[in-house]
């Protein structure tokens, strides 16, 4: 089998690595409320008023529909992410049943998710009409409160929302924040620095939100030397990139521009555009940034209390309070990208796309949303689409800076991407050379150039770059597994290629192709005991997957065990494996190996 590249077929490869999802790093969200399920939906819900349909369908009575029944089908429409159908469904439950605190509280909650805030406000005054207390019920008012400025009513709401230590410094930082607005700011950091100190007794890590409300304050009141105190502290204490590139902003304008353009540069993933940002702050210079106003001060802190929280419970609330936020100040685009991605992967692209569109240009997260708004457009199939879009940037023919030059580089990757998912390894190999070109230089990018290189067998550059890839990054799971299972399926370079599996399935333990890989070179190394081991652990972790079923027979065979290697072989064809492998597998079923 040595010098074929095919007994397992390499050009299949691909189809058994778990390819990177579209990620845009710290943005990538998954909201989840009170248990509701995360899953990728199955298919929209639609539900079907009996009144709207025609006479004719209806062949027997039919019954008004069921507290039961749409309770049922509200909760299966919330399972499924689908929040439009769900938000029908329990207000006909509503409608047909007894109002109880339960059928309130998921109400409400698929409202305020689904930021439907007026009708979620109307249902927390039904919690009030019942007298049922429920915290979170006062959180969609808060925009109507700030809204109309009227700050004795945020007070209000902070205190029904501070019904639990867990809401306190939420609770707290509104409360704060709406003495600002009543002009009583001793009051206010009163309140604050009583904050500070549950902070610091808390066994929850709030720290992040509440230094930067506090840098945002005594900005507010003009203390510029307290608010770069928080500020910085807010840097020390967290390697968050939003909190990075939040804090640094805001730094910037108070005077520090020489210390942050050597944090960005230094700490912000490329992703993140660290040399646009500091083109756009320099930019800025001569007509600073206005401290933060009270609505931005809120809506921010309503996002952060949830975006940078260690706790499930308020991670679970980011997507709603990301609505809330956006209803109170609309420009924060940090909040509108949240939400596309969230959109995005529910399948809900009409308003990802609504949100998406929103973000300014100016705005640090501009880039990454139109990296989203590329995923978008290949989710929905729309590949032209998104490669136009990546070309008529890359087009321009002028004198790019450098931050336009890392931003090109980016769209070029992106799109070089998009191809290679879509099977278009020679066209993704020029979009992934103008990102060389432009003066990217990292492993993903390598990794990439090096499957695109396989593909299109071009086996001594893909082998080059697979190396720097892992050069760069020597965890990088998928180029040490790709790279290593290449070698064990043409039967060279075992000792490496056993190397680099391990290392592998060391990063990834959970993964059966990776333990597929190693159990397969062991197999051409002729470990035939050892290589069943693996492949039975392969195929408990991924029971579905063809190939892992045929490895196994051909396992089973090396070792004596006819019946088994066979009963494999069979189900690998039942599982319906590719086409280009079905007669190898029907003789090695009639004649064995």
Same mark, same amino acid.
């Given at each position: 089998?040595?010098?074929?590249?095919?007994?397992?077929?390499?050009?299949?490869?691909?189809?058994?690595?778990?390819?990177?999802?579209?990620?845009?790093?710290?943005?990538?969200?998954?909201?989840?409320?009170?248990?509701?399920?995360?899953?990728?939906?199955?298919?929209?819900?639609?539900?079907?008023?009996?009144?709207?349909?025609?006479?004719?369908?209806?062949?027997?009575?039919?019954?008004?529909?069921?507290?039961?029944?749409?309770?049922?089908?509200?909760?299966?429409?919330?399972?499924?992410?689908?929040?439009?159908?769900?938000?029908?469904?329990?207000?006909?439950?509503?409608?047909?049943?007894?109002?109880?605190?339960?059928?309130?509280?998921?109400?409400?909650?698929?409202?305020?998710?689904?930021?439907?805030?007026?009708?979620?406000?109307?249902?927390?005054?039904?919690?009030?009409?019942?007298?049922?207390?429920?915290?979170?019920?006062?959180?969609?008012?808060?925009?109507?409160?700030?809204?109309?400025?009227?700050?004795?009513?945020?007070?209000?709401?902070?205190?029904?929302?501070?019904?639990?230590?867990?809401?306190?410094?939420?609770?707290?930082?509104?409360?704060?924040?709406?003495?600002?607005?009543?002009?009583?700011?001793?009051?206010?950091?009163?309140?604050?620095?009583?904050?500070?100190?549950?902070?610091?007794?808390?066994?929850?890590?709030?720290?992040?939100?509440?230094?930067?409300?506090?840098?945002?304050?005594?900005?507010?009141?003009?203390?510029?030397?307290?608010?770069?105190?928080?500020?910085?502290?807010?840097?020390?204490?967290?390697?968050?990139?939003?909190?990075?590139?939040?804090?640094?902003?805001?730094?910037?304008?108070?005077?520090?521009?020489?210390?942050?353009?050597?944090?960005?540069?230094?700490?912000?993933?490329?992703?993140?555009?660290?040399?646009?940002?500091?083109?756009?702050?320099?930019?800025?210079?001569?007509?600073?940034?206005?401290?933060?106003?009270?609505?931005?001060?809120?809506?921010?802190?309503?996002?952060?209390?949830?975006?940078?929280?260690?706790?499930?419970?308020?991670?679970?609330?980011?997507?709603?309070?990301?609505?809330?936020?956006?209803?109170?100040?609309?420009?924060?685009?940090?909040?509108?990208?949240?939400?596309?991605?969230?959109?995005?992967?529910?399948?809900?692209?009409?308003?990802?796309?609504?949100?998406?569109?929103?973000?300014?240009?100016?705005?640090?997260?501009?880039?990454?949303?139109?990296?989203?708004?590329?995923?978008?457009?290949?989710?929905?199939?729309?590949?032209?689409?998104?490669?136009?879009?990546?070309?008529?940037?890359?087009?321009?023919?002028?004198?790019?800076?450098?931050?336009?030059?890392?931003?090109?580089?980016?769209?070029?990757?992106?799109?070089?991407?998009?191809?290679?998912?879509?099977?278009?390894?020679?066209?993704?190999?020029?979009?992934?050379?103008?990102?060389?070109?432009?003066?990217?230089?990292?492993?993903?990018?390598?990794?990439?150039?090096?499957?695109?290189?396989?593909?299109?067998?071009?086996?001594?550059?893909?082998?080059?770059?697979?190396?720097?890839?892992?050069?760069?990054?020597?965890?990088?799971?998928?180029?040490?597994?790709?790279?290593?299972?290449?070698?064990?399926?043409?039967?060279?370079?075992?000792?490496?290629?056993?190397?680099?599996?391990?290392? &592998?399935? !060391? %990063?990834? $333990?959970?993964?059966?192709?990776?333990?597929?890989? =190693? *159990?397969?070179? #062991?197999?051409?190394? @002729?470990?035939?005991?050892?290589?069943?081991?693996?492949?039975?652990? &392969?195929? !408990? %972790?991924? $029971?579905?997957?063809?190939?892992?079923?045929?490895? =196994? *027979?051909?396992? #089973?065979?090396?070792? @004596?065990?006819?019946?088994?290697?066979?009963?494999?072989?069979?189900? &690998?064809?039942?599982?319906?494996?590719?086409?280009?492998?079905?007669?190898?597998?029907?003789?090695?079923?009639?004649?064995?190996?």
């Amino acid at each position: 089998m040595a010098g074929k590249k095919s007994e397992m077929g390499l050009s299949s490869i691909k189809k058994r690595f778990k390819w990177p999802k579209r990620q845009s790093g710290f943005f990538w969200v998954v909201a989840v409320f009170f248990g509701l399920g995360a899953c990728q939906p199955a298919g929209k819900i639609v539900p079907v008023s009996f009144s709207e349909l025609p006479s004719d369908t209806l062949q027997a009575p039919i019954k008004a529909p069921s507290f039961a029944g749409q309770f049922l089908a509200a909760r299966y429409a919330q399972y499924h992410q689908d929040n439009a159908a769900a938000s029908l469904y329990f207000s006909e439950a509503m409608r047909v049943g007894t109002i109880d605190e339960t059928l309130l509280r998921y109400g409400f909650i698929n409202h305020y998710q689904n930021g439907n805030l007026d009708e979620a406000l109307r249902l927390a005054r039904e919690f009030e009409r019942l007298n049922f207390t429920f915290g979170l019920a006062a959180e969609p008012a808060i925009a109507k409160a700030v809204q109309d400025t009227d700050w004795q009513a945020l007070i209000a709401l902070s205190e029904k929302i501070e019904i639990s230590d867990d809401f306190h410094l939420l609770a707290g930082g509104l409360r704060s924040l709406a003495y600002l607005g009543l002009g009583e700011p001793e009051t206010a950091l009163g309140v604050f620095h009583e904050l500070e100190n549950f902070a610091m007794l808390s066994e929850q890590n709030m720290h992040a939100p509440l230094w930067l409300l506090g840098g945002a304050i005594f900005e507010y009141l003009g203390k510029k030397d307290e608010a770069i105190g928080y500020y910085r502290q807010a840097l020390a204490e967290s390697r968050n990139e939003y909190v990075t590139i939040r804090a640094g902003t805001r730094l910037w304008q108070l005077g520090t521009q020489v210390d942050i353009e050597n944090l960005w540069q230094t700490r912000l993933a490329a992703d993140a555009a660290p040399l646009t940002l500091i083109e756009q702050m320099e930019a800025r210079t001569n007509s600073p940034l206005a401290p933060p106003g009270l609505a931005e001060m809120i809506a921010r802190f309503l996002f952060d209390t949830s975006w940078l929280s260690e706790d499930s419970y308020h991670s679970n609330l980011l997507i709603a309070r990301a609505h809330l936020a956006i209803s109170i100040w609309p420009e924060i685009s940090t909040a509108r990208l949240v939400l596309a991605e969230w959109y995005l992967k529910a399948e809900i692209y009409e308003r990802a796309e609504y949100h998406l569109v929103q973000i300014d240009k100016d705005a640090p997260v501009y880039l990454r949303g139109q990296l989203v708004l590329l995923a978008l457009l290949e989710q929905k199939g729309q590949i032209e689409q998104a490669i136009l879009k990546v070309k008529s940037r890359l087009a321009k023919n002028d004198k790019p800076s450098a931050g336009e030059k890392q931003q090109r580089a980016l769209l070029a990757q992106a799109g070089g991407n998009i191809l290679r998912r879509a099977e278009k390894c020679d066209e993704a190999l020029a979009f992934f050379k103008q990102a060389l070109a432009y003066g990217m230089e990292n492993y993903r990018l390598y990794r990439n150039i090096g499957i695109c290189f396989e593909q299109t067998g071009q086996d001594l550059q893909a082998e080059k770059a697979l190396l720097k890839a892992i050069e760069l990054n020597p965890e990088d799971a998928i180029a040490l597994n790709y790279l290593g299972y290449w070698w064990a399926d043409e039967n060279r370079h075992l000792e490496k290629a056993i190397t680099f599996i391990q290392r &592998a399935v !060391q %990063l990834q $333990p959970y993964s059966g192709y990776y333990a597929d890989s =190693l *159990g397969w070179v #062991y197999y051409r190394q @002729g470990a035939f005991d050892t290589a069943v081991l693996w492949l039975e652990k &392969a195929m !408990q %972790l991924t $029971p579905t997957d063809a190939i892992i079923s045929e490895h =196994l *027979g051909d396992a #089973y065979w090396q070792t @004596g065990r006819f019946v088994e290697a066979r009963f494999k072989w069979q189900h &690998a064809l039942d599982m319906g494996i590719e086409e280009s492998r079905i007669e190898g597998l029907k003789a090695k079923l009639e004649k064995g190996l």
